[in-house]
């Protein structure tokens, strides 16, 4: 088959990024959900036979993380690189992230080339000397307007709170280096308008927009009161400040300014995956700085929802004592990827919680998928020896299965590739899931057995087939989302040795009826899904 559109050698990759990081402390389950969101778009799209780059990494200056190391007794050096070594790359690795770079902000290949971009800026006039005075939040490293801010209470009475970290602002006066976003905003609004599907969802669209309807101020892009950060280079007394920093992250990555075939090959993203609370620097500051080089801009911002547990964001000081590592103990890895990404619509907020996740994994997973799975393998190797036989007597039942597959790739590639509804797009596998259920109970295979002629014969082949058959499917559909169960129920099928390695796979052939071939060595592997017992609870 010849290769078209983004198989063609040369055709641009299909970049996805996460946002980097801060490496203040170890990574929450909010910084793992939209990772491993990151990683099931990017790993559906290779299943495409799309070129794919994903991206992940850490943001490693500021004075946030200065404070931090400062607080642990290390340098900022040697915290980010015990966080780093010892716990992000581990999780992603535990998680199955299968990102092609991990970008560090301490790189070399990072830092110089962040150099080069702001030199750049201010040759051109884009960047200005000048002061500022305001309130300060040194967890979100953002200056804040008066009327963002809350009013404390308690312990804070009488000071001014962050309406994110709900910590008291700092009053910051500086003489910095000023970029003239002020002068964006109508090119800013003029994109948002002809690209309405920039910025996601909706009401994170209509939020930036109102935003920049009210004027942008320029923007302090260096810092004079502390010193962990990238020298501007041309006054090395400032830094630049750390935002500026991070956003390039997603151009140094890809080689600008140093491999400029890579970059064009790659630049820009297709989908930066960031959360609601840094949505503004994603899709009003990266864009405008783009802009002022001369650069093509993002495809897509989408803003992921938070996590939530009690009603609050669920962040450092807010986790009730649960990691990742925790949840996939009890769960196992494939179903952790699985549940959040089925249970919370992304771009929404959501709640977590543990019976939740339990009684979706028995529900949705041990009892629809996993005792699926089971009983076709046992029913081929009771009533075939193991060896799948082949259907020679189909009929409306079948046709309606058939259907029920076609429509269900369709749904789940347009939810999950296009649209980024995961939630939509597992549902949709799961209904077929259903209903594949539904036609075995329909069916009875267990009571055509019992008839020992030709016709019954040939229908009992047909029957288990086509559940067969449809767990063929499912593996493929399934494998950007649990890649370690999916192998093993297509192992158990006996695809891999007609079929060949179920990363060949595509989305597109899922549907293709009559994959699996007749004579395949069935076997009943090991149950996909465990019985839980009940989950420890974290009070």
Same mark, same amino acid.
């Given at each position: 088959m010849?290769?078209?559109? #983004?198989?063609?050698?040369?055709?641009?990759?299909?970049?996805?990024t996460t946002p980097?990081?801060?490496?203040?402390?170890?990574?929450?389950?909010?910084?793992?959900?939209?990772?491993?969101?990151?990683?099931?778009?990017?790993r559906?799209?290779?299943?495409?036979?799309?070129?794919v780059?994903?991206l992940t990494?850490?943001?490693?200056?500021g004075?946030?993380?200065?404070?931090?190391?400062?607080?642990?007794?290390?340098?900022?050096?040697e915290?980010?690189?015990?966080?780093v070594?010892?716990?992000?790359? /581990?999780?992603?690795e535990?998680?199955?992230?299968?990102?092609?770079?991990f970008?560090?902000?301490t790189?070399e290949?990072?830092?110089?080339?962040?150099?080069e971009?702001?030199?750049?800026?201010? +040759?051109?006039?884009?960047?200005?000397?000048?002061?500022?005075?305001?309130?300060?939040c040194?967890?979100?490293?953002?200056?804040?307007?008066?009327?963002?801010?809350?009013?404390?209470?308690?312990?804070?009475?009488?000071?001014?709170?962050?309406p994110?970290?709900?910590?008291?602002?700092?009053?910051? #006066?500086?003489?910095?280096?000023?970029?003239?976003?002020?002068?964006?905003?109508?090119?800013?609004?003029?994109?948002?308008?002809?690209?309405?599907?920039?910025?996601?969802?909706?009401s994170?669209?209509?939020?930036?927009?109102?935003?920049?309807?009210?004027?942008?101020?320029?923007?302090?892009?260096?810092?004079?009161t502390?010193?962990?950060?990238?020298?501007?280079?041309?006054?090395?007394?400032h830094?630049?400040?750390?935002?500026?920093?991070?956003?390039?992250?997603?151009?140094?990555?890809?080689?600008?300014?140093?491999?400029?075939?890579?970059?064009?090959?790659?630049?820009?993203?297709?989908?930066?995956?960031?959360?609601?609370?840094?949505?503004?620097?994603?899709?009003?500051?990266? /864009?405008?700085?783009?802009?002022?080089?001369?650069?093509?801009?993002?495809?897509?911002?989408?803003?992921?929802?938070?996590?939530?547990?009690?009603?609050?964001?669920?962040?450092?000081?807010? $986790?009730?004592?649960?990691?990742?590592?925790?949840l996939?103990?009890?769960?196992g890895?494939?179903a952790?990827?699985?549940?959040?990404?089925?249970?919370?619509?992304?771009?929404? +907020?959501?709640?977590? !919680?543990?019976? +939740?996740?339990?009684?979706?994994?028995? !529900?949705e997973?041990?009892?629809d998928?996993?005792?699926?799975?089971?009983?076709?393998?046992?029913?081929?190797?009771?009533?075939?020896?193991?060896?799948?036989?082949?259907?020679?007597?189909?009929g409306?039942?079948e046709?309606?299965i058939?259907?029920?597959?076609?429509?269900?790739?369709?749904?789940? +590639?347009?939810?999950?590739?296009?649209?980024?509804?995961?939630?939509?797009?597992?549902?949709?596998?799961?209904?077929?899931?259903k209903?594949?259920?539904?036609?075995?109970?329909?069916?009875?295979?267990?009571?055509?057995?019992?008839?020992?002629?030709?016709?019954?014969?040939?229908?009992?082949?047909?029957?288990?087939?086509?559940a067969?058959?449809?767990?063929?499917?499912?593996?493929?559909?399934?494998?950007?989302?649990? /890649?370690?169960?999916s192998?093993?129920?297509?192992?158990?099928?006996?695809?891999?040795? !007609? $079929?060949?390695?179920?990363?060949?796979?595509?989305?597109?052939?899922?549907?293709?009826?009559?994959?699996? /071939?007749?004579?395949?060595?069935?076997? #009943?592997?090991?149950?996909l899904f465990?019985?839980?017992?009940?989950?420890? #609870?974290?009070?």
């Amino acid at each position: 088959m010849a290769a078209t559109g #983004k198989e063609q050698q040369g055709a641009k990759a299909f970049y996805v990024t996460t946002p980097i990081y801060y490496v203040n402390d170890a990574p929450h389950l909010g910084h793992a959900y939209t990772t491993v969101a990151g990683d099931v778009l990017t790993r559906w799209h290779r299943q495409r036979g799309e070129k794919v780059w994903y991206l992940t990494g850490t943001d490693e200056h500021g004075q946030k993380i200065m404070r931090t190391a400062e607080a642990n007794g290390v340098s900022p050096q040697e915290w980010c690189d015990k966080l780093v070594e010892e716990a992000w790359k /581990p999780l992603w690795e535990h998680l199955e992230i299968a990102n092609d770079d991990f970008i560090r902000t301490t790189e070399e290949r990072h830092t110089a080339r962040v150099q080069e971009f702001v030199q750049d800026l201010y +040759d051109k006039g884009e960047i200005y000397r000048g002061g500022y005075e305001g309130p300060y939040c040194v967890g979100c490293e953002e200056y804040k307007t008066p009327g963002e801010l809350l009013d404390g209470e308690g312990d804070y009475a009488g000071q001014k709170l962050c309406p994110i970290h709900k910590k008291p602002v700092e009053m910051l #006066k500086e003489e910095n280096y000023f970029f003239k976003l002020s002068e964006y905003g109508p090119k800013l609004l003029e994109h948002y308008e002809k690209n309405p599907d920039f910025i996601q969802p909706e009401s994170a669209r209509n939020e930036v927009v109102n935003f920049v309807r009210q004027g942008l101020e320029d923007l302090s892009i260096s810092r004079s009161t502390f010193d962990w950060g990238v020298k501007i280079p041309w006054d090395d007394k400032h830094v630049i400040y750390v935002w500026i920093d991070a956003l390039l992250n997603y151009a140094t990555a890809v080689g600008y300014g140093l491999d400029q075939e890579k970059f064009e090959r790659t630049f820009p993203a297709d989908v930066h995956l960031v959360g609601k609370d840094i949505l503004r620097f994603h899709a009003v500051i990266w /864009p405008a700085m783009l802009m002022a080089q001369g650069l093509p801009l993002p495809g897509k911002i989408a803003a992921n929802g938070w996590l939530m547990v009690g009603g609050e964001k669920m962040s450092k000081s807010n $986790l009730t004592g649960i990691s990742p590592q925790q949840l996939t103990e009890h769960f196992g890895v494939d179903a952790y990827r699985w549940y959040f990404l089925r249970a919370i619509a992304f771009g929404q +907020d959501g709640s977590f !919680s543990w019976e +939740d996740f339990s009684a979706r994994y028995t !529900s949705e997973l041990a009892n629809d998928y996993g005792n699926l799975a089971s009983r076709v393998a046992a029913m081929v190797g009771k009533y075939f020896g193991g060896t799948l036989p082949e259907a020679t007597a189909d009929g409306e039942a079948e046709q309606a299965i058939k259907d029920g597959l076609a429509t269900a790739v369709a749904e789940a +590639d347009r939810r999950i590739g296009d649209e980024l509804d995961f939630a939509g797009g597992i549902a949709a596998i799961f209904d077929f899931i259903k209903q594949v259920n539904g036609y075995l109970t329909e069916q009875e295979p267990w009571k055509v057995a019992k008839d020992s002629s030709e016709e019954a014969r040939a229908r009992l082949a047909t029957i288990l087939y086509t559940a067969a058959e449809s767990l063929r499917a499912c593996a493929v559909l399934l494998n950007p989302v649990m /890649p370690r169960t999916s192998q093993l129920l297509w192992d158990s099928l006996g695809a891999e040795a !007609s $079929l060949g390695a179920l990363a060949d796979q595509r989305v597109q052939d899922a549907g293709r009826w009559g994959r699996l /071939p007749a004579g395949s060595t069935v076997t #009943k592997g090991a149950v996909l899904f465990p019985r839980l017992e009940e989950p420890k #609870k974290n009070d």
